[in-house]
């Protein structure tokens, strides 16, 4: 990432049901390892640029200038319903020629954990195809519509002969109908068939859309369609298929994607609609790679970058694992990060039984405080520190990750720091000295500077034996480069 080019972005609004509208690009991007950060925390410290309007530098933003600057791959001019505030994107720059083929798109390997996005019930087709598409839409969206119109009828072929396999998923972003459509199509699928009412929404936009009655005008067209109208309007009151609803939500979200339809197309990314012939050649070009034949003229896979060659200093706490373990995994990341939290909770559990605990992974954490947008960050990370060196490190650790909405954008976090350190049994006077005089500062700052230069610009980000994987990824990701190397 070119830390002088200027980046900025408006904060998203929240609707009334308090979910974020996300903004939405115009380029087709396949960048994988760019797109990933969009699941991490920005370093603003180093990017510290503002716009016009004096707007601060944001990290999707410093994202979207690294597509610009990096990319090698497009298929532009991909349409959305996108966020009106936001900014106009960067122009859509050429593919850059390739070794192999000159001129060709070059494909970069999948997003990890791709094969994994299933939907029970809201996916057609084959499950052993060999091409997978997961659209992720909005029932009011036009250019879904246009998608469910235009391109669906020319898919269809493949999904009946065993070469596509289709996946539904909800990015409601358009305001309370969205998400009352989006709710009512999860109730349509409780009742064991999504895709009449899926159909039925797409088919007559124009009855609903804009309307102040939508789920009574949504509940009429289920009861004529055959659904059980009782069961229906119990289930969207109930609660839980609105939490299905948000769940594929968060997932969008996770890869980046900012407006609808946005597509996953065998692990490319695809942040908007296509023509059909466009999606009829990636649907070749994919099939070609999973079936391991040459890839139609034209298309070529952009080389596996090699692992860094890193030096990192040695953590006198902050290591876990067994020293001779034949993987190592250092994480830089901050305490007030949400996807460092979101890693926490979801992924490392899993490394510490299946790679940590089992002598295959040593795990060493580094911290990476980005203090313009995490005040607290610094203090929580000497926190852990201090109670390391009364042999408590990874108890602090948990509990600063465990605690966060406790202390975060608190004044008095360091109140909140001395009280976890009395309900770990520790010796408050000791852990008090240290954390006001800051003991461990320098030793803070050290890691930072050693993920500078290690080209580390958000959080939560990973070496893995030195090959760079950067944001909130699920265990997949982690798994699949953890056996590369344990298979080497």
Same mark, same amino acid.
């Given at each position: 990432?070119?830390?002088?080019?200027?980046?900025?972005?408006?904060?998203?609004?929240?609707?009334?049901?308090?979910?974020?509208?996300?903004?939405?690009?115009?380029?087709?991007?396949?960048?994988?390892?760019?797109?990933?950060?969009?699941?991490?925390?920005?370093?603003?410290?180093?990017?510290?640029?503002?716009?016009?309007?004096?707007?601060?530098?944001?990290?999707?933003?410093?994202?979207?200038?690294?597509?610009?600057?990096?990319?090698?791959?497009?298929?532009?001019?991909?349409?959305?319903?996108?966020?009106?505030?936001?900014?106009?994107?960067?122009?859509?720059?050429?593919?850059?020629?390739?070794?192999?083929?000159?001129?060709?798109?070059?494909?970069?390997?999948?997003?990890?954990?791709?094969?994994?996005?299933?939907?029970?019930?809201?996916?057609?087709?084959?499950?052993?195809?060999?091409?997978?598409?997961?659209?992720?839409?909005?029932?009011?969206?036009?250019?879904?519509?246009?998608?469910?119109?235009?391109?669906?009828?020319?898919?269809?072929?493949?999904?009946?002969?065993?070469?596509?396999?289709?996946?539904?998923?909800?990015?409601?972003?358009?305001?309370?109908?969205?998400?009352?459509?989006?709710?009512?199509?999860?109730?349509?699928?409780?009742?064991?068939?999504?895709?009449?009412?899926?159909?039925?929404?797409?088919?007559?936009?124009?009855?609903?859309?804009?309307?102040?009655?939508?789920?009574?005008?949504?509940?009429?067209?289920?009861?004529?369609?055959?659904?059980?109208?009782?069961?229906?309007?119990?289930?969207?009151?109930?609660?839980?298929?609105?939490?299905?609803?948000?769940?594929?939500?968060?997932?969008?979200?996770?890869?980046?994607?900012?407006?609808?339809?946005?597509?996953?197309?065998?692990?490319?990314?695809?942040?908007?609609? =296509?023509?059909?012939? *466009?999606?009829? %050649?990636?649907?070749?070009?994919?099939?070609? @790679? /999973?079936?391991? +034949?040459? !890839?139609?003229?034209?298309?070529?896979?952009?080389?596996?970058?090699?692992?860094?060659?890193?030096?990192?200093?040695?953590?006198?706490?902050?290591?876990?694992?067994?020293?001779?373990?034949?993987?190592?995994?250092?994480?830089?990341?901050?305490?007030?990060?949400?996807?460092?939290?979101?890693?926490?909770?979801?992924?490392?559990?899993?490394?510490?039984?299946?790679?940590?605990?089992?002598?295959?992974?040593?795990?060493?954490?580094?911290?990476?405080?980005?203090?313009?947008?995490?005040?607290?960050?610094?203090?929580?990370?000497?926190?852990?520190?201090?109670?390391?060196?009364?042999?408590?490190?990874?108890?602090?650790?948990?509990?600063?990750?465990?605690?966060?909405?406790?202390?975060?954008?608190?004044?008095?976090? =360091?109140?909140?720091? *001395?009280?976890? %350190?009395?309900?770990?049994?520790?010796?408050? @006077? /000791?852990?008090? +000295?240290? !954390?006001?005089?800051?003991?461990?500062?320098?030793?803070?700052?050290?890691?930072?500077?050693?993920?500078?230069?290690?080209?580390?610009?958000?959080?939560?980000?990973?070496?893995?034996?030195?090959?760079?994987?950067?944001?909130?990824?699920?265990?997949?990701?982690?798994?699949?480069?953890?056996?590369?190397?344990?298979?080497?």
């Amino acid at each position: 990432m070119n830390p002088s080019m200027p980046h900025h972005l408006s904060e998203p609004h929240r609707n009334e049901d308090r979910m974020r509208r996300i903004p939405s690009p115009i380029l087709w991007i396949l960048l994988v390892g760019a797109m990933a950060l969009l699941a991490a925390c920005g370093n603003q410290s180093e990017t510290a640029n503002a716009d016009d309007t004096g707007a601060p530098a944001d990290t999707e933003a410093a994202i979207q200038a690294a597509v610009q600057a990096t990319l090698t791959a497009v298929a532009g001019d991909s349409q959305t319903s996108r966020d009106p505030e936001a900014p106009t994107p960067a122009a859509t720059p050429t593919p850059a020629p390739s070794n192999q083929q000159a001129s060709a798109i070059q494909l970069p390997p999948p997003i990890p954990g791709w094969e994994e996005l299933a939907k029970p019930g809201a996916e057609r087709g084959d499950p052993d195809a060999p091409v997978l598409l997961v659209e992720y839409s909005d029932f009011q969206c036009p250019w879904c519509g246009r998608f469910f119109t235009q391109v669906m009828p020319q898919l269809e072929p493949l999904i009946e002969s065993g070469q596509l396999r289709f996946v539904y998923k909800h990015f409601p972003i358009l305001g309370d109908a969205s998400f009352t459509t989006a709710v009512a199509a999860e109730c349509a699928l409780a009742q064991g068939d999504f895709w009449s009412l899926h159909d039925w929404l797409f088919q007559n936009q124009g009855q609903w859309k804009g309307k102040s009655n939508v789920q009574e005008l949504v509940l009429n067209a289920a009861q004529e369609l055959g659904y059980d109208r009782e069961a229906m309007e119990a289930c969207m009151a109930d609660g839980e298929a609105l939490q299905a609803v948000n769940a594929d939500l968060q997932e969008s979200r996770r890869y980046g994607f900012r407006g609808t339809p946005s597509f996953i197309l065998n692990g490319r990314l695809i942040p908007g609609f =296509l023509p059909a012939e *466009r999606f009829l %050649a990636f649907v070749e070009v994919f099939k070609a @790679e /999973a079936l391991g +034949q040459p !890839l139609p003229e034209g298309y070529a896979l952009a080389p596996t970058p090699p692992p860094l060659d890193l030096d990192f200093g040695p953590e006198e706490f902050a290591v876990d694992g067994d020293p001779d373990a034949p993987v190592v995994i250092v994480e830089f990341s901050d305490y007030q990060c949400p996807f460092c939290n979101r890693f926490f909770q979801e992924t490392k559990p899993q490394l510490d039984e299946q790679y940590i605990a089992t002598g295959k992974v040593r795990f060493v954490y580094k911290d990476f405080p980005i203090d313009s947008i995490h005040a607290q960050a610094r203090d929580a990370a000497q926190a852990a520190e201090c109670a390391g060196a009364q042999g408590a490190y990874w108890a602090m650790h948990d509990r600063l990750f465990a605690g966060l909405q406790e202390w975060e954008n608190n004044a008095a976090a =360091l109140d909140v720091f *001395r009280g976890y %350190a009395a309900e770990l049994g520790l010796d408050t @006077e /000791a852990f008090n +000295q240290c !954390l006001d005089r800051q003991t461990y500062a320098d030793e803070v700052q050290e890691d930072v500077e050693e993920g500078q230069r290690a080209g580390v610009s958000g959080t939560p980000t990973f070496f893995i034996n030195g090959r760079k994987l950067v944001g909130a990824q699920p265990f997949s990701a982690f798994a699949q480069i953890i056996e590369d190397e344990l298979n080497k």
